[in-house]
């Protein structure tokens, strides 16, 4: 697959086809997942992600000129204002197929979500009450952000990491560098308390003082979320240079965290682990398409000539299934068929695509 080939993908094929199966254009809703055979959903239920995710996977497609692109943006705006949004101002998480919410938790990895979806859409008033709202319910005394209200356990790096990624995208599509001012604070966080002195992995667990979850002394770790890492690293470096800053050097830290995935997660054909140990030995079982999605965008940051590789092992999750669609995992390189595509996927492929179209095509 070429950068030009993953364009016409994203824009000709799969875009259109999600537009036309993926969103419930009469209850204003987007479809959890298609079945590749019929084109219908097995999902009996819908997730507050998913409808922030394909917020701002149709907000890149109408600024791609994506027919219908804008109308399904809109709708899933008005879903996330009428719908998802609750009297306390913060966002259910999961609802029924007729649109009624289910359960009273709050979510940061969700909440997260939502801040992306409205800096794609330029909801500036939305945006900064989010903010608000997890100013008020989500700050942890220990550092960093709670897990959930109520509280969960384990503490996870992953919601804090798609909270930087919504902050650097509000900054910089608001031009409002408060935003910037929470993103910093989020890489103190990894480079503070996260990364552990002397240990190449990022953990992806940690227990309620903010320290890594252990087992006999080592910790888990996804090279998937070390790529994505590396990716936000630079994009904190690039819009804090837009801003007129001069932020800490993070590119050893990115450096890192790539030589770490690669050497420990992945094998000379472009094949991934989903998860290994801080030591470098794996965690066996299937691997979904997004990490190497992210593969992908760190590459087109760090190693630009090397994205084509990351790309044709992109591609094999596409083989022998519609246009449009994907193999959503596969164990030892081999396709796992007859699954469902999940609609939150198409995010991580779309942010990929766009990438390779930025600095690559």
């Known amino acids: ?73 809109q709708l899933g705006l008005d879903f996330l204002r009428r719908t998802a949004r609750q009297e306390d101002g913060g966002y259910c998480s999961r609802f029924s197929l007729d649109n009624t919410p289910e359960g009273s938790g709050r979510d940061l990895y969700d909440h997260a979500f939502v801040l992306l979806a409205f800096a794609h859409v330029g909801a500036a008033a939305d945006a900064r009450a989010l903010v608000a709202y997890l100013d008020a319910h989500f700050i942890h005394p220990e550092g960093g952000l709670r897990e959930s209200v109520p509280d969960a356990l384990p503490r996870r790096q992953n919601p804090h990491m798609h909270l930087l990624e919504a902050l650097l995208a509000a900054a910089e599509m608001f031009a409002d560098w408060t935003y910037l001012d929470r993103a910093d604070r989020l890489v103190d966080l990894l ?7 002397g240990e190449q992995a990022l ?21 998937g979320h070390h790529f994505e890492w590396v990716w936000l690293l630079a994009e904190h470096l690039r819009i804090s240079a837009a801003a007129g800053r001069t932020p800490r050097d993070t590119t050893a830290i990115a450096a890192m965290l790539l030589a770490f995935a690669e050497t420990h997660g ?32 760190a590459l087109s940051r760090e190693r630009p000539a090397d994205v ?38 198409l995010y991580h492929i779309a942010c990929a695509i766009l990438e390779v179209r930025r600095h690559i095509a």
Request: hydrophobic share 45%.
């Open 266 to 297: 992945a094998d000379a054909a472009g094949n991934l682990q989903m998860e290994l140990w801080s030591d470098g030995s794996l965690r066996p079982g299937p691997v979904r398409i997004w990490p190497t999605t992210e593969w992908v965008k």
């Open 191 to 197: 480079l503070d308390r996260m990364l552990q002195p």
């Open 1 to 73: 697959m070429t950068p030009a080939q993953a364009s016409d993908w994203l824009t000709q094929k799969a875009l259109p086809l999600w537009l036309d199966h993926g969103v419930d254009w009469k209850l204003g809703a987007f479809i959890e997942d298609i079945d590749p055979l019929t084109l219908a959903s097995r999902a009996g239920f819908q997730r507050l992600r998913v409808a922030a995710r394909q917020v701002y996977v149709f907000a890149q497609g109408a600024r791609l000129g994506v027919p219908r692109a804008a109308e399904a943006a």
């Open 203 to 223: 953990p992806e667990f940690f227990d309620p003082v903010f320290q890594p979850v252990r087992v006999s002394g080592r910790y888990q770790a996804e090279p």
């Open 308 to 345: 084509p590789h990351a790309l044709a092992a992109l591609a094999r999750f596409m083989d022998g299934v519609p246009e449009g669609l994907w193999c959503e995992r596969a164990q030892d390189g081999v396709l796992i068929r007859g699954e469902t595509c999940p609609a939150s996927s």
